[in-house]
């Protein structure tokens, strides 16, 4: 269903929200800075997640948010979406110190992860085992803290009770899908199969509603969304953040870390249960599953092996299929995007995030 044509709204400014969002968790941070010092607070814990949130990002989240904002007629004193938006990019920060205690990794953006640095940092004194085990159990705590900065973040006194009554369960249904998307994904690890419609599930709760569609469907309700337009924004949503994961599994495969900034072993090293594996197993020959079993999910795992996992993905025609997955998917969002009628800024600035989103980086 086409959403009616609403006035026009000016440009989004992609590069000046992002901006705006920063400014805001910065300056939120600050403040809880100077309250933990006054209250002799353990301050590292704030200064560890203000480091991990100025790290890099793509800030994904809290730009489609502005854009379900815009999407749906809203303009004017944008303070209180990039306050709503940076609230996202907070409950972010928490889903990820946490998904890197989970999958054990050691880099984030490029650099050592929360519960790594926090090792580090109280390795002084105490044997590895002890430092790592209470570098996981502070980064769970910052974690925490992230989460529950997102709920203050959030803008509720500024929202009118509809707004609330609309954007409140719309963050909870968000955080539902999330954990229960990580969920399916944690223990789906170690026993990849072929079964790709499973893959695509987690990838759907894990990634397209939780990073899209959700955040598209908040900034809406912020400015009132009429069905139509949540129904274009949820159309346009799904397959971006499918094509969007399945470019981040082939990043975490193939892509070069001092580029992409991310690992290239994890995710074989822990064996996802992703759509390039799931597509690799089912069309692999006795000899490639052999190899496959043999190696996904070996935690030693090393270079020399996960290139044999590599030329086995690309001869069974998974990475070129999962390439192809990305391209329909991307063009069907785009689709949807100039039959819903939504103003041209955010139709312009959509089409943005889309290509940034999928676009290979290696």
């Known amino acids: 269903m086409s959403a009616p044509t609403p006035p026009l709204t000016p440009a989004v400014d992609l590069a000046g929200t992002r901006e705006a969002v920063d400014t805001c968790l910065t300056g939120f941070l600050d403040r809880k800075m100077r309250a933990a010092a006054s209250e002799g607070m353990p301050t590292e814990a704030i200064s560890v997640l203000r480091r991990f949130l100025t790290s890099g990002g793509k800030r994904l989240r809290p730009l489609l948010c502005v854009c379900g904002w815009c999407a749906a007629g809203g303009h004017g004193d944008t303070t209180t979406i990039v306050r709503a938006a940076a609230s996202l990019e907070m409950f972010h920060a928490f889903a990820l110190i946490h998904d890197d205690v989970m999958d054990r990794a050691a880099t984030r953006r490029g650099a050592p992860t929360v519960h790594r640095r926090l090792a580090q940092h109280h390795r002084e004194g105490r044997s590895m ?27 509720t006194v500024d929202l009118t009770s509809r707004q609330l009554g609309a954007v409140l369960p719309l963050i909870d249904v968000m955080r539902s899908e999330v954990m229960y998307g990580q969920y399916l994904d944690v223990t789906a690890a170690g026993h990849p199969t072929g079964d790709v419609e499973y893959a695509l599930r987690i990838a759907r709760y894990k990634t397209a509603k939780y990073t899209v569609e959700r955040p ?31 470019r981040d599994d082939l990043l975490g495969v193939f892509g070069k870390p001092q580029i992409t900034g991310k690992p290239s072993l994890d995710d074989l090293r822990e064996g996802k249960h992703t759509v390039l594996v799931a597509l690799a197993l089912e069309r692999a020959t006795p000899s490639q599953r052999h190899i496959l079993d043999a190696l996904l999910g070996n935690p030693d795992l090393d270079d020399a092996g996960a290139d044999r996992i590599r030329r086995v993905l690309t001869a069974t025609g998974a990475r070129a299929e999962a390439e192809h997955m990305i391209i329909i998917r991307r063009t069907q969002a785009l689709r949807v995007l100039e039959a819903a009628r939504l103003p041209p800024a955010a139709t312009a600035a959509l089409r943005k995030l889309t290509g940034a989103a999928t676009a290979r980086t290696s």
Not at 132 to 148: P, Q, Y
Not at 229 to 245: D, H, I, T
């Open 129 to 155: 085992t002890a430092a790592r085990h209470l570098g996981v159990s502070t980064a769970v705590l910052v974690g925490d803290l992230a989460l529950a900065w997102s709920d203050e973040l959030l803008p």
């Open 216 to 246: 598209l469907h908040i900034g809406a309700a912020m400015a009132g969304a009429p069905l139509a337009v949540r129904e274009a924004l949820s159309a346009f949503a799904l397959p971006v953040g499918e094509a969007f994961q399945l």
